[in-house]
């Protein structure tokens, strides 16, 4: 996995650990980006995020003093191991392991029984009715938050934990559109594993063919009249290039997805075809269009 190895300023990686643990109760911003905060840089993401690194903090403090030490040493080895695991050769070695939510999911669990406990315990235990009331009210925010959250995440076709997403729906359009389309799949990860995601969008009429990889095709088979290939490996890509049979056209460069339409100059296929219907008549199509038309004598077209 080589981009878990990928370098951060630690500075980058911290505030990313700050965002991550407010988005496991607060969740309003759809952006990924891995250097890139401006859109956290705003009073209600900045405040957020401090409030709830203190109420974090606060609860994990208050879980430690007020129960025995079975219970807070197991909530804290859930909390700790999944994190420094990652946290510590991210900071000793470079990487962004411990900034991938899907890694953390039991250290985020354990802030969730801290933070519950926190707030039950506060609410019950309050002896006076302003410390109930500020309790009640903040159990609610925070509720409440996590509420509207997924209100807001569930009508949107991708969020910033599936962020490969936001290309695989203008890449499934473009071969949705296409006529009679064939697409090319080299045989390793960064293409047959991407393309998982976009599967699911695609129009049954799209077929797929895997090549070896570094290796193409010499001839498009008759029944396609569209050539595309998904993320071509390097290898591949430069050799492409150097080969002049084929005409490259890069219909989608993403930061992730690389979709290039093909063509392989030379190719002498026929792209009409034709056909007859119970009386007889003629028609013939294109396979570049689609197009349907009826042969008729010249006389009829005179008239």
């Known amino acids: 996995m080589a981009w878990s190895t990928q370098a951060i300023p630690p500075s980058s990686l911290m ?9 496991i109760f607060i969740d309003f911003n759809p952006s990924y980006a891995l250097n890139d905060f401006i ?57 962004i392991r ?5 890694y953390l999911v039991g250290c985020y669990l354990g802030i969730h029984l801290a933070v519950a406990y926190l707030l039950a ?15 009640q009210v903040l159990t609610l925010v925070v509720i409440g938050s996590g509420i509207i959250s997924c209100m807001v995440i569930s009508p949107t076709q991708t969020w910033w934990n599936k962020y490969y997403s ?52 010499d001839k498009i088979p008759d029944d396609f009249s569209n050539l595309f290939l998904f993320n ?9 290039k150097k080969n002049r049979n084929y005409q490259i056209q890069s219909i989608y460069n993403g930061e992730h997805f690389i979709l290039w339409k093909l063509e392989i100059i030379g190719d002498k296929r026929s792209n009409v075809r034709s056909g007859t219907d119970e009386q007889g ?18 006389e009829k077209v005179k008239k």
């Open 98 to 102: 411990s900034f991938n939510n899907r």
């Open 281 to 298: 008549e003629i028609y013939v199509t294109s396979k570049s269009n689609g197009k349907v038309r009826k042969i008729v004598p010249l």
């Open 166 to 217: 936001s290309e695989s729906y203008p890449i499934a359009k473009i071969l949705n559109q296409a006529n009679q389309p064939l697409l090319l799949i080299e045989n390793y990860w960064r293409a047959e594993g991407n393309l998982y995601s976009i599967s699911s969008l695609l129009s049954p009429k799209l077929k797929l063919q895997i090549l070896s990889e570094g290796k193409m095709i």
């Open 232 to 240: 071509p490996s390097e290898k591949l890509q430069e050799k492409l």
């Open 15 to 23: 505030m990313h650990w700050a965002i991550n643990l407010n988005r």
């Open 39 to 95: 859109s956290f840089k705003n009073p209600l993401s900045i405040s957020s995020i401090a409030v709830l690194l203190v109420l974090v903090g606060y609860s994990i403090y208050y879980l430690a003093r007020n129960t025995s030490r079975k219970i807070w040493g197991f909530i804290l080895t859930l909390i700790g191991i999944p994190f420094l695991a990652l946290a510590l050769p991210d900071l000793l070695f470079d990487g």
């Open 121 to 135: 315990t506060k609410i019950i235990l309050s002896v006076q009715i302003w410390q109930q009331k500020f309790w």
